[in-house]
Nanobody, 128 residues
Framework: QVQLVESGGGLVQAGGSLRLSCAAS????????MGWFRQAPGKEREFVAAMGWSSGRSYYADSVKGRFTISRDNAKNTVSLQMNSLKPEDTAVYYC?????????????????????WGQGTQVTVSS
């Protein structure tokens, strides 16, 4: 059974930092794109960051570019998200995800195939 388990969420003041981690088990995820999505109350789930399985390149939503950094360790089946300079609008449930496809243009990143695997989510709350 495939499992993605997130940790590291919490409450932080604006301008602060948090680090989210995701541990994958059940199969080897080194051949999958892995990344993070988030869902704020009353809003749709949105893409945050991803790292390609083969290139190791990282991709970010415009709203987090320059503030968030994604990393992965294929040997340990883990992916992390370092979040700096947090803003109240970053408040959301953050989900680890695997096995999805990105649609890249010269200026945008979007999802062409939704994730096959999701974690249970971890709450991030940024106070003003």
């Amino acid at each position: 059974q495939v499992q993605l388990v997130e940790s590291g969420g919490g409450l932080v003041q604006a301008g602060g930092s948090l680090r989210l981690s995701c541990a994958a088990s059940g199969r080897t995820f080194s051949s999958y794109n892995m990344g993070w999505f988030r869902q704020a109350p009353g809003k749709e789930r949105e893409f945050v960051a991803a790292m390609g399985w083969s290139s190791g390149r990282s991709y970010y939503a415009d709203s987090v570019k320059g503030r968030f950094t994604i990393s992965r360790d294929n040997a340990k089946n883990t992916v992390s998200l370092q979040m700096n300079s947090l803003k109240p609008e970053d408040t959301a449930v953050y989900y680890c995800a695997a096995d999805f496809r990105l649609l890249l243009t010269t200026t945008t990143v979007s999802i062409s195939k939704p994730p096959s695997y999701w974690g249970q989510g971890t709450q991030v709350t940024v106070s003003s």
